[in-house]
């Protein structure tokens, strides 16, 4: 939230190339830290940079190319699951650890630097960690994210002056009429669609292995399918989103994630159809978000703080809906809680979306013809 409200009044590329940069301090000094109560402010200030970071990329994309920005929005985000599939590989390459190839969180992550740090008989508050593998995978990708921010810093110091790209911005702006009841429809929209999309790849590993009876190589690589295919078609989309429009691929993901988290449901226990469904639901899911970014510019002018807005109920539907699976799975092992919630937020997300179409078309059909050949 805090960084739409920055976006609004601080040029973005500013505001982003600080934001990196923070992120870069963090990822430098994590490993480092002898002390749980330093690993906190760090792990915070990572935190609130790659909230920032979050949120003015999107603002980004949308400043620079409006509703014309589709693909550009696909490849951003298409870079999200690029790397969220290598940075695992290369912090388990560091470890050097024959560990099983399942699903590690980001939080299991940071529970390990954080054990490791808490048993340093040291009473320094900075040490080099015993070991350095983990070290050189904390330097190399803050690295890589400094140089980033260094070209972030670059686009600033080459970007005309913000008088003229308020008017710019100023000229071009639309409001639909149901402005914020879009917004919080779309908030809730992205509340079930990422809560749902991170409950199941958190969760298709154990899921795997103690409902379907799978062993754990097998298992792996059904999580593995999961995110490949997402991350493909991320990729893919960025071709796609020159010739559909973003609400056509929304319906199209919503009907793949429908159709593939029922027949889970229906074959819960066939290994064939968890194969086949779980890869059509990666597949699925993959373009919703930044097509739904997309879409909602076309209607109304999103600002900072409008971003955040929706941003963060993206944020709390990966908080909440997976801690109340694990609740919930533990009360009931022997249902698949797992493949219930993501058909149930399929089902909502499906029939959120005609709603929020109707909300921002109704006003437009009398103003604008050109409305009309989507329609």
């Given at each position: 939230m805090?960084?739409?409200?920055?976006?609004?009044?601080?040029n973005?590329?500013?505001?982003?190339?600080?934001?990196?940069?923070?992120?870069?301090?963090?990822?430098?000094?994590?490993?480092?830290?002898?002390?749980?109560?330093?690993?906190?402010?760090?792990?915070?200030?990572?935190?609130?940079?790659?909230?920032?970071?979050d949120?003015?990329?999107?603002?980004?994309?949308?400043?620079?190319?409006?509703?014309?920005?589709?693909?550009?929005?696909?490849?951003?985000?298409?870079?999200?699951?690029?790397?969220?599939?290598?940075?695992?590989?290369?912090?388990?390459?560091?470890?050097?650890?024959?560990?099983?190839a399942?699903?590690?969180?980001?939080?299991?992550?940071?529970?390990?630097?954080?054990n490791r740090?808490?048993?340093?008989?040291?009473?320094?508050?900075?040490?080099?960690?015993?070991?350095m593998?983990?070290?050189?995978?904390?330097?190399?990708?803050?690295?890589?994210?400094?140089?980033v921010?260094?070209?972030?810093?670059?686009?600033?110091?080459?970007?005309?002056?913000?008088?003229?790209?308020?008017?710019?911005?100023?000229?071009?702006?639309?409001?639909?009429?149901?402005h914020?009841?879009?917004?919080?429809?779309?908030?809730?929209?992205?509340?079930?669609?990422?809560?749902?999309?991170?409950?199941?790849?958190?969760?298709?590993?154990?899921?795997?292995?103690?409902?379907?009876?799978?062993?754990?190589?097998?298992?792996?690589?059904?999580?593995?399918?999961?995110?490949?295919?997402?991350?493909?078609c991320?990729?893919?989309?960025?071709?796609?989103?020159?010739?559909?429009?973003?609400?056509?691929?929304?319906?199209?993901?919503?009907?793949?994630?429908?159709?593939?988290s029922?027949?889970?449901?229906?074959?819960?226990?066939?290994?064939?159809?968890?194969?086949?469904?779980?890869?059509?639901?990666?597949?699925?899911m993959?373009?919703?978000?930044?097509?739904?970014?997309?879409?909602?510019?076309?209607?109304?002018?999103?600002?900072?703080?409008?971003?955040?807005?929706?941003?963060?109920?993206?944020?709390?539907?990966?908080?909440?809906?997976?801690a109340?699976?694990?609740?919930?799975?533990e009360?009931?092992?022997?249902?698949?809680?797992?493949?219930?919630?993501?058909?149930?937020?399929?089902?909502?997300?499906?029939?959120?979306?005609?709603v929020?179409y109707?909300?921002?078309?109704?006003?437009?059909?009398?103003?604008?013809?050109g409305?009309?050949?989507?329609?």
């Amino acid at each position: 939230m805090i960084g739409g409200v920055l976006l609004d009044y601080m040029n973005p590329f500013l505001l982003l190339g600080v934001s990196m940069l923070a992120t870069a301090v963090g990822l430098y000094f994590i490993p480092l830290c002898k002390k749980a109560f330093l690993l906190i402010i760090m792990m915070a200030v990572f935190g609130a940079s790659v909230g920032v970071v979050d949120t003015g990329g999107n603002v980004l994309i949308l400043a620079l190319w409006g509703d014309k920005g589709a693909p550009h929005m696909q490849a951003l985000h298409f870079s999200f699951a690029l790397g969220a599939f290598l940075a695992p590989l290369l912090a388990k390459l560091a470890w050097g650890t024959a560990a099983s190839a399942q699903n590690h969180t980001e939080s299991d992550f940071n529970s390990l630097v954080l054990n490791r740090s808490s048993k340093a008989a040291s009473d320094s508050v900075f040490a080099v960690p015993d070991d350095m593998n983990l070290l050189w995978a904390y330097a190399s990708i803050g690295t890589y994210v400094l140089v980033v921010s260094v070209f972030l810093f670059g686009l600033f110091c080459k970007k005309h002056s913000r008088k003229e790209k308020s008017a710019a911005s100023a000229q071009g702006a639309r409001r639909a009429k149901y402005h914020w009841a879009l917004l919080c429809l779309l908030f809730l929209f992205f509340f079930f669609y990422v809560g749902a999309e991170v409950t199941y790849g958190s969760y298709v590993f154990s899921f795997a292995t103690t409902h379907v009876g799978m062993e754990e190589s097998e298992a792996a690589g059904l999580n593995s399918i999961f995110w490949g295919t997402f991350a493909a078609c991320r990729g893919l989309a960025i071709i796609f989103a020159t010739v559909l429009r973003p609400g056509t691929m929304i319906v199209l993901s919503n009907i793949g994630s429908l159709a593939s988290s029922f027949f889970l449901v229906l074959f819960d226990k066939n290994p064939l159809c968890l194969w086949i469904a779980t890869s059509v639901y990666g597949a699925s899911m993959a373009t919703t978000f930044p097509s739904g970014i997309s879409w909602i510019e076309q209607y109304t002018t999103l600002t900072g703080k409008s971003a955040a807005f929706f941003v963060i109920g993206a944020s709390l539907g990966e908080m909440a809906i997976p801690a109340v699976i694990g609740i919930l799975q533990e009360h009931y092992p022997d249902l698949p809680v797992i493949l219930y919630i993501c058909l149930g937020s399929a089902i909502f997300t499906a029939v959120l979306f005609p709603v929020m179409y109707k909300l921002a078309t109704l006003p437009l059909q009398r103003q604008s013809k050109g409305r009309k050949n989507e329609d």
